[in-house]
């Protein structure tokens, strides 16, 4: 019973995940230079806690803001040191062995250029790379790949083709793009579901719990309402759920990392995790967010490990829609902020660095008094990336990937 659990759950989360893939559209430029590159986008979508993931631990107003829910060097679970001011999750150490290694980066208190606090309309404009929400149907990674010079295409008839139910927005464009979901089982119904679980409370606890588990990846996939995650009170994380968790993450970046390590496959690739939305519970250091922290680390592990020898080309970007509070609310939780962080990783990448105009911490310094203030403009970061990596021109950036855009200049010296 324990493996059909979990292989249902895997299926129905990859479905939610939505892997998609743009047809491999070979920038000319890049490579007359020589090169092949690889760029994998991974959306977290519910606003992830910039402050939880990467933590400002030389800050002297770090711990006043987070009290004993602060990541230190020397807590409880201690923190990863960067360098002398920031500090990382202890829960993404093969993030950290990237970053040691110069293939992976940090910049800090960015985001994009929505201001207020609603999913919908965050990830919106993330996706779309407009800088107001509810105006495009298409978005700024297919404008990207409209703006290159196409060296070659496996389908020549220039049709779309997708097998996906949705294709996310970041992906959705004119330019062809192929999309990848395995085969989807039809779950239970929440009803079902409810009743089985009450009628194995009372005559298997382990089964119990391990429904219980299923249910909640279930439902992160379908909609990324992770308060389903928090742990209730009296009620533990369900036995495995973990490992579930890290597992599904990892098969989904994994298989991403497959098709574009392939001679004939495609370069460019994006795919979303939900529920990272931490209201209530979050748990930095051992519980809800940590969980996800951890499996992101390993998703990005597993990408590297089946890209083999193109890691060397490849830059993977872990971006969302904002951050959240920068103190803990009532519930332990934090709601939704501004500022956050982007990482980076890859063997393209000229990392070893965190990136940060750091706005500081005390009240004055905070976003309408309560948000890590958002100092880099995320649209910056992408532009760098595109057009050092994948040569696409500032005319194309400025036009038409991030319209709107002129006065946001691109990053330089991330590749």
Do not use: C
């Given at each position: 019973?324990?493996?059909?659990?979990?292989?249902?759950?895997?299926?129905?989360?990859?479905?939610?995940?939505?892997?998609?893939?743009?047809?491999?559209?070979?920038p000319r430029?890049a490579?007359?230079?020589?090169?092949?590159?690889?760029?994998?986008?991974?959306?977290?979508?519910?606003?992830?806690?910039?402050?939880?993931?990467?933590?400002?631990?030389?800050?002297?107003?770090?711990?006043?803001?987070?009290?004993?829910?602060?990541?230190?060097?020397?807590?409880?679970?201690?923190?990863?040191?960067?360098?002398?001011?920031f500090?990382?999750?202890?829960?993404?150490?093969?993030?950290?062995?990237?970053?040691?290694?110069?293939?992976?980066?940090?910049?800090?208190?960015?985001?994009?250029?929505?201001?207020?606090?609603?999913?919908?309309?965050?990830?919106?404009?993330?996706?779309?790379?407009?800088?107001?929400?509810?105006?495009?149907?298409?978005?700024?990674?297919?404008?990207?790949?409209?703006?290159?010079?196409?060296?070659?295409?496996?389908?020549?008839?220039?049709?779309?083709?997708?097998?996906?139910p949705?294709?996310?927005?970041?992906?959705?464009?004119?330019?062809?793009?192929?999309?990848?979901?395995?085969?989807?089982?039809?779950?239970?119904?929440?009803?079902?579901?409810a009743?089985?679980?009450?009628?194995?409370?009372h005559t298997?606890?382990?089964?119990?719990?391990?429904?219980?588990?299923?249910?909640?990846?279930?439902?992160?996939?379908?909609?990324?309402?992770?308060?389903?995650?928090?742990?209730?009170?009296?009620?533990?994380?369900?036995?495995?759920?973990?490992?579930?968790?890290?597992?599904?993450?990892?098969?989904?970046?994994?298989?991403?990392?497959?098709?574009?390590?392939?001679?004939d496959?495609?370069?460019i690739?994006a795919?979303?995790?939900?529920?990272?939305d931490?209201?209530?519970?979050?748990?930095?250091?051992?519980?809800?967010?940590?969980?996800?922290?951890?499996?992101?680390?390993?998703?990005?592990?597993?990408?590297?490990?089946?890209?083999?020898?193109?890691?060397?080309?490849?830059?993977?970007?872990?971006?969302?829609?904002?951050?959240?509070?920068?103190?803990?609310?009532?519930?332990?939780?934090?709601?939704?902020?501004?500022?956050?962080?982007?990482?980076?990783?890859?063997?393209?990448?000229?990392?070893?660095?965190?990136?940060?105009?750091?706005?500081?911490?005390?009240l004055?310094?905070?976003?309408?008094?309560?948000?890590?203030?958002?100092?880099?403009?995320?649209?910056?970061?992408?532009?760098?990336?595109?057009?050092?990596?994948?040569?696409?021109?500032?005319q194309?950036?400025?036009?038409?990937?991030?319209?709107?855009?002129?006065?946001v200049?691109?990053?330089?010296?991330?590749?």
């Amino acid at each position: 019973m324990k493996n059909f659990v979990h292989a249902s759950t895997r299926r129905e989360l990859l479905g939610g995940a939505g892997v998609l893939f743009a047809w491999p559209f070979l920038p000319r430029l890049a490579r007359a230079e020589g090169r092949d590159p690889r760029m994998l986008t991974i959306i977290l979508r519910g606003g992830l806690d910039g402050l939880a993931a990467v933590a400002p631990v030389g800050d002297p107003d770090w711990v006043k803001l987070r009290g004993d829910k602060a990541l230190l060097l020397d807590g409880k679970t201690p923190a990863l040191p960067l360098d002398d001011f920031f500090a990382l999750n202890p829960a993404m150490p093969n993030f950290h062995r990237m970053y040691k290694a110069g293939h992976a980066t940090v910049v800090h208190a960015s985001a994009t250029s929505y201001r207020e606090r609603s999913h919908f309309d965050g990830q919106d404009v993330l996706e779309s790379g407009l800088p107001n929400p509810g105006r495009a149907d298409t978005g700024w990674l297919n404008r990207a790949l409209g703006g290159l010079e196409p060296e070659a295409r496996v389908r020549r008839d220039g049709r779309a083709f997708a097998v996906g139910p949705v294709t996310p927005l970041v992906v959705r464009g004119p330019t062809p793009v192929m999309s990848w979901t395995p085969t989807r089982i039809q779950p239970a119904s929440e009803d079902t579901m409810a009743r089985l679980i009450d009628l194995y409370h009372h005559t298997d606890l382990e089964l119990a719990r391990a429904l219980e588990g299923r249910r909640d990846l279930a439902t992160i996939a379908r909609g990324g309402d992770a308060t389903v995650m928090a742990p209730t009170e009296g009620r533990a994380i369900p036995q495995g759920f973990p490992a579930q968790v890290r597992a599904f993450f990892a098969d989904a970046a994994g298989t991403a990392a497959k098709f574009l390590a392939r001679e004939d496959g495609p370069r460019i690739g994006a795919l979303a995790f939900n529920g990272w939305d931490t209201h209530v519970d979050e748990g930095a250091d051992a519980g809800r967010l940590a969980t996800l922290l951890g499996a992101l680390d390993g998703a990005l592990a597993a990408a590297e490990k089946s890209m083999g020898d193109v890691w060397g080309e490849t830059i993977v970007t872990v971006v969302t829609e904002f951050g959240r509070t920068a103190r803990i609310n009532g519930t332990n939780g934090t709601d939704h902020g501004t500022g956050t962080v982007a990482l980076l990783a890859g063997g393209a990448l000229k990392g070893g660095r965190v990136i940060a105009d750091w706005p500081g911490l005390k009240l004055a310094n905070l976003y309408e008094g309560r948000d890590l203030a958002a100092t880099t403009d995320l649209r910056a970061v992408l532009k760098g990336l595109l057009k050092d990596h994948l040569r696409v021109t500032d005319q194309a950036l400025a036009a038409n990937v991030f319209p709107g855009s002129a006065d946001v200049k691109a990053m330089a010296g991330l590749v």
